[in-house]
């Protein structure tokens, strides 16, 4: 079983860990999956979106079918340092 990573400071606006990443929760605490292991990794690519509330880049809230209004979309997932 990798270790569980437990570095991380204080920041302004949460937890940095040592590779800069900031989040929420300080790093070793909360609930997280190693990205080394097996863990979801979302829909397949041309399936169909399940309901979500998004945050823009404005940080602003949106429904993700109402707003593409039956457009197609690319959407973008990203790790983070939270899991």
């Given at each position: ?59 602003q ?23």
């Amino acid at each position: 079983m990798p270790e569980l990573e437990t570095r991380g400071t204080q920041a302004p606006n949460g937890w940095q860990d040592h590779d800069g990443f900031i989040g929420p929760i300080k790093p070793g605490n909360g609930p997280r999956s190693d990205p080394r292991g097996e863990f979801p990794t979302g829909p397949e690519t041309g399936a169909q979106m399940p309901a979500v509330q998004c945050n823009g880049a404005d940080g602003q809230p949106f429904d993700l079918h109402q707003h593409r209004d039956g457009k197609p979309a690319v959407f973008v997932f990203f790790r983070s340092a939270v899991w």
